[in-house]
Nanobody, 114 residues
Framework: VQLQASGGGLVQAGGSMRLSCAAS????????VGWYRQAPGKQREVVAR???????DYADAVKGRFTISRDIRGNTLYLQMNSLKPEDTAIYYC?????????WGQGTMVTVSS
């Protein structure tokens, strides 16, 4: 199982960006999935998740600005990020939890300039 995150880069504050996470060797299906981030000098934190019962939840810091989704075929996970702020700067990781274990993407860097 491999997860490949992409879509990061440099954006100005107030801008938008969409991250993608492609799964190989498996699909996201109806398993619990999520996006996490780790800013320099800080611990990894949850950004957004979709549970196995399809409910979504978001960190307070991103509510109303970020949207997590997955495509109908279950191969790709997305994170749409709007109204980006400098404090959103971090490495973003996608995550998949299956019965066989927990899997992480390699991370994609998002830098928001002020």
């Amino acid at each position: 199982v491999q997860l490949q995150a992409s879509g990061g880069g440099l954006v100005q504050a107030g801008g938008s960006m969409r991250l993608s996470c492609a799964a190989s060797g498996t699909t996201f299906g109806l398993n619990a999935v999520g996006w996490y981030r780790q800013a320099p000098g800080k611990q990894r934190e949850v950004v957004a998740r979709i549970s196995s019962d399809r409910t979504s939840d978001y960190a307070d810091a991103v509510k109303g600005r970020f949207t997590i989704s997955r495509d109908i075929r279950g191969n790709t996970l997305y994170l749409q990020m709007n109204s980006l702020k400098p404090e959103d700067t971090a490495i973003y990781y996608c995550n998949l939890i299956k019965r066989t274990g927990q899997y992480w993407g390699q991370g994609t860097m998002v830098t928001v300039s002020s």
